[in-house]
């Protein structure tokens, strides 16, 4: 699988998407609500590096992402979020591809609600949409 | 005639020119009675809508990698969790948003506005755990279940919907 031509740093204002897959993870008016920046098991939060896409280019690429997984998921919507926001919050993103733009927030705390405050703080920072 | 109780409608006043003092307190007394059943009953249909919600949940989320993370399909104890705190709801709470999440717990969320939101959810282990933030304003903290609804929980809702106090 190829890789993007991205720089290996993610960028201080750099615009990140995190696809929902969940459909309970958005609120009505398509605001994210916190457990959809809640990280995984590894401890990691998945997103993709989106700065200077159009709208629909976020789209193709949020479907790109629906289509490599092997779940079978529904696309249900993406929420923007600009990197200052996740260092503000003491945390950082890291390239991770392949996949092209792949990227982790990592650097979570192990204390659940110290987390659930963190991914508040990004889901209240985050520009939502439900398609 | 049959008369019916319509629980969408405003309780009708009865009221007649002939009805003494004595007579019309007691009917005040029994018109708060039915308030205080409709409420009741009310409070009921929220927590019969939140356990429905808790069975969807559990039905959508009960596989492994349900969320495409990875994670771990939501316990049988998690379900109980939120059982619990549902039943717990005293009269006055705000309808929350129930949320599956990677922790495997269901999230309860309550959102007012930008960055005026309380999320919370009970651990398998029967500890509560939560986040607010409410304009400059940002707190979180954990502390055991005891079956009753939980103080700290009122106090922030309260200060979410400025509300006088709930419970």
């Known amino acids: 699988?190829?890789?993007?031509?991205?720089?290996?740093?993610?960028?201080?204002?750099?615009?990140?998407?995190?696809?929902?897959?969940?459909?309970?993870?958005?609120?009505?008016?398509?605001?994210?609500?916190?457990?959809?920046?809640?990280?995984?098991?590894?401890?990691?939060?998945?997103?993709?590096?989106?700065?200077?896409?159009?709208?629909?280019?976020?789209?193709?690429?949020?479907?790109?992402?629906?289509?490599?997984?092997?779940?079978?998921?529904?696309?249900?919507?993406?929420?923007?979020?600009?990197?200052?926001?996740?260092?503000d919050l003491n945390l950082r993103t890291v390239k991770d591809e392949p996949p092209p733009r792949h990227a982790n927030i990592v650097g979570w705390p192990l204390e659940q609600s110290e987390k659930k405050l963190i991914a508040l703080g990004i889901a209240e920072e985050a520009n939502g949409l439900k398609y | 005639m049959i008369r019916t109780l319509d629980l969408d409608s405003p309780i009708p006043e009865y009221r007649t020119p002939a009805v003494s003092e004595e007579s019309r307190s007691i009917m005040d007394q029994l018109r708060d009675a039915i308030d205080s059943s409709l409420s009741t009953i009310f409070l009921g249909k929220i927590k019969m809508s939140l356990f429905s919600?808790?069975?969807?949940?559990?039905?959508?989320?009960?596989?492994?990698?349900?969320?495409?993370?990875?994670?771990?399909?939501?316990?049988?104890?998690?379900?109980?969790?939120?059982?619990?705190?549902?039943?717990?709801?005293?009269?006055?709470i705000p309808l929350p948003e129930l949320t599956p999440a990677t922790d495997g717990e269901i999230h309860f969320d309550w959102?007012?506005?930008?960055?005026?939101?309380?999320?919370?959810?009970?651990?398998?282990?029967?500890?509560?755990?939560?986040?607010?933030?409410?304009?400059?304003?940002?707190?979180?903290?954990?502390?055991?279940?005891?079956?009753?609804?939980?103080?700290?929980l009122s106090d922030l809702l309260n200060e979410l919907y400025a509300l006088k106090r709930v419970a």
């Open chain 2, 53 to 92: 919600e808790v069975s969807e949940i559990e039905e959508e989320c009960s596989i492994n990698n349900w969320d495409g993370a990875g994670s771990e399909p939501i316990s049988p104890i998690a379900i109980t969790m939120a059982e619990l705190l549902i039943y717990s709801f005293p009269q006055g």
């Open chain 1, 1 to 87: 699988m190829p890789s993007s031509e991205l720089p290996e740093e993610v960028g201080n204002s750099e615009l990140l998407a995190r696809f929902v897959f969940q459909r309970r993870h958005l609120y009505q008016d398509g605001q994210p609500k916190p457990a959809a920046f809640l990280p995984n098991s590894n401890n990691e939060t998945s997103v993709s590096r989106v700065d200077s896409l159009s709208d629909q280019e976020i789209y193709i690429e949020g479907k790109e992402c629906e289509r490599r997984r092997t779940d079978n998921p529904t696309l249900y919507g993406r929420a923007l979020v600009g990197n200052e926001v996740v260092l």
């Open chain 2, 111 to 152: 959102r007012v506005g930008h960055k005026q939101a309380l999320t919370a959810s009970l651990s398998n282990n029967g500890f509560l755990s939560f986040a607010f933030i409410k304009g400059g304003r940002r707190f979180h903290g954990s502390e055991p279940f005891e079956g009753t609804f939980p103080e700290r």
